[in-house]
């Protein structure tokens, strides 16, 4: 089973500051990582796809990088709407596993 | 607009049975793989379970190996899980969720969960 860690565990930033989550995988995943959004008392929301793709719908301000190991989900200018938890999840190989979570908060 | 809708859960017994059911709508719901997600209460998310659109492939987390069986009716645009042998371990809000895996002669392959339901909770105790 592929391990995921994310970091850091907690983000504390202000409104219109940038924002960088990491996602470091225990093996290679090419490019089959996708990052989830999930705010309190909700079902998680796709963001990002195959590592750079923005899902329908998702704010252009929201970009995702990285291949192999090392892969980082970055918000440009954070607005209100964007402080919640980020899940990273690896779909290289079965089973699907996800990140602990970066929980993004404001300070 | 593609539409999941959990429900079936509640309150059981430790080594009771609970069966979820998924109601799809907005999509060609047998032409799509499904998955089963949960939440423990304070927690990450754990994938629970895997079926392709005709049924053929199956696929279970270790944790629930044997206790637990996915299924669906296509004619119903419905997926199941029939959750046996509960622990409290199982307590958790369970997600549904479409299984994004198809391929770009461009860019390769792209595989996520794109659509998911609202959840329902399941909590197991006495």
């Known amino acids: 089973e592929i391990v995921l860690t994310q970091s850091p565990a907690t983000l504390s930033l202000s409104p219109g500051e940038r924002a960088t989550l990491s996602c470091r995988a225990s093996?290679?995943?090419?490019?089959?990582v996708a990052w989830y959004q999930q705010k309190p008392g909700q079902a998680p929301r796709l963001l990002i796809y195959a590592a750079s793709n923005r899902a329908t719908g998702v704010p252009a301000r929201f970009s995702g990088s990285g291949s192999g190991t090392d892969f980082t989900l970055t918000i440009s200018s954070l607005e209100p709407e964007d402080f919640a938890v980020y899940y990273c999840?690896?779909?290289?190989?079965?089973?699907?596993?996800f990140g602990q979570g970066t929980k993004l908060e404001i300070k | 607009e593609v539409q999941l809708v959990e429900s079936g859960g509640g309150l059981v017994q430790p080594g009771g049975s609970l069966r979820l059911s998924c109601a799809a709508s907005?999509?060609?719901?047998?032409?799509?793989?499904m998955n089963w997600v949960r939440q423990a209460p304070g927690r990450g998310l754990e994938w629970v379970s895997y079926?392709?659109?005709?049924?053929?492939?199956?696929y279970y987390a270790d944790s629930v190996k044997g206790r637990f069986t996915i299924s669906r009716d296509n004619a119903k645009n419905s997926l199941y899980l029939q959750m046996n042998s509960l622990r409290a371990e199982d307590t958790a809000v369970y997600y549904c969720?479409?299984?994004?895996?198809?391929?770009?002669?461009?860019?390769?392959?792209?595989?996520?969960?794109?659509?998911w339901g609202q959840g329902t909770l399941v909590t197991v105790s006495s």
């Open positions: 093996q290679s995943l090419s490019s089959y």
């Open positions: 999840q690896q779909r290289s190989s079965w089973p699907p596993t």
């Open positions: 079926i392709s659109g005709s049924s053929t492939i199956i």
């Open positions: 907005g999509f060609t719901f047998s032409s799509d793989g």
């Open positions: 969720a479409r299984d994004l895996d198809y391929y770009d002669v461009l860019t390769g392959y792209k595989r996520a969960f794109d659509y």
